[in-house]
């Protein structure tokens, strides 16, 4: 498919330090971003490499979801978006998928309730008649300086936000995946290298990669391939509703590459791995991340 007027955002690596700027709520809302992320760079061609897939992106409504959902609109998929209550941001991106020619609906809800992940998936197969890719992507992530700080309620909620919706969704989706189905599993570096001041979150990403390879053997006799992405830092809503305003204007100048990637940067990983360019790929994970060499 050819690019479109919607592909003109900013271009990548111009700016390297971002305004000072913060949000006050879990997970963020892009449309009040500075600047706004790239989520498709452009000269982006599709080549059809999913076409006519289903496909189900949990936090598509913005962030690495947003540009996982029009890439994979551009490469022939339909897209179930899945997201907690940005409806601004979520029917946003509906409208860069349509505007790709390909099916968007969207589901506002909490993923880190079994009832509701089971109910999306049964409406996702009511409309299509099939889910060919699961995307689990949703996640939130909170500042704490002291370990002493972290209360019972954040650490159960990130850990249902992040990795219990994981075994939720996949639970429920597994019944309607052909072989060939293919599962991806947003982790972080930070499983890699862990972070002193996002403790549960990091933690919750490290359960992610060791969920995608025990998972990737379960389900390798069904033809279903599991892997995953450990994206460094990008530009997203979740880093100014996580850190203080001064924190964001520095984020990701630490990286090798000087600078925070942006999410049309990481996206191409997850049209890879859902597609049949992965088909000999199982239990492994891309790392874009700006050029952190870590183990793993």
Same mark, same amino acid.
């Given at each position: 498919?050819? /690019? ?5 955002? $900013? ?19 892009? @449309? ?10 452009? %000269? @982006? ?17 913005? %962030? ?18 899945? @997201? ?16 790709? %020619? ?87 570096? /930070? ?15 490290? +359960? ?22 450990? $994206? ?8 100014? +509703? ?53 183990? %793993?």
């Amino acid at each position: 498919m050819a /690019t479109s007027k919607t592909d003109k955002v $900013p271009a990548l690596g111009k700016r390297k330090r971002m305004p000072p700027q913060a949000q006050k709520k879990q997970p963020g809302i892009e @449309y009040k971003l500075n600047p706004q992320p790239e989520y498709i760079r452009a %000269g @982006y061609i599709g080549s059809g490499k999913l076409f006519d897939k289903i496909a189900i992106i949990s936090g598509g409504d913005s %962030g690495i979801g947003r540009a996982i959902a029009v890439h994979f609109a551009r490469e022939g998929a339909h897209v179930a978006i899945i @997201y907690l209550r940005e409806h601004k941001d979520a029917r946003e991106t509906r409208d860069l998928v349509l505007a790709e %020619g390909r099916d968007c609906i969207l589901f506002a809800g909490d993923i880190g309730q079994s009832a509701f992940c089971k109910k999306v998936i049964n409406s996702i197969k009511k409309e299509y008649g099939k889910i060919d890719i699961l995307v689990n992507n949703a996640a939130e992530q909170h500042y704490s300086k002291h370990f002493k700080t972290l209360s019972d309620a954040q650490i159960e909620k990130t850990f249902r936000t992040n990795i219990f919706s994981m075994f939720y969704m996949t639970r429920a989706a597994l019944q309607y995946m052909p072989k060939g189905g293919a599962i991806i599993n947003t982790t972080s570096v /930070t499983a890699y290298r862990g972070s002193p001041h996002l403790m549960d979150y990091a933690s919750t990403k490290g +359960a992610i990669v060791s969920f995608t390879r025990a998972l990737s053997g379960n389900l390798i006799k069904k033809g279903i391939r599991v892997n995953g992405v450990a $994206p460094g830092p990008i530009w997203t809503p979740l880093i100014p +509703a996580t850190f203080p305003a001064e924190k964001v204007a520095k984020f990701g100048e630490d990286q090798p590459m000087d600078r925070p990637g942006q999410p049309s940067e990481v996206a191409p990983c997850y049209v890879f791995l859902a597609s049949d360019d992965a088909s000999y790929m199982t239990g492994q994970i891309l790392h874009p991340n700006g050029g952190e060499i870590i183990g %793993g």
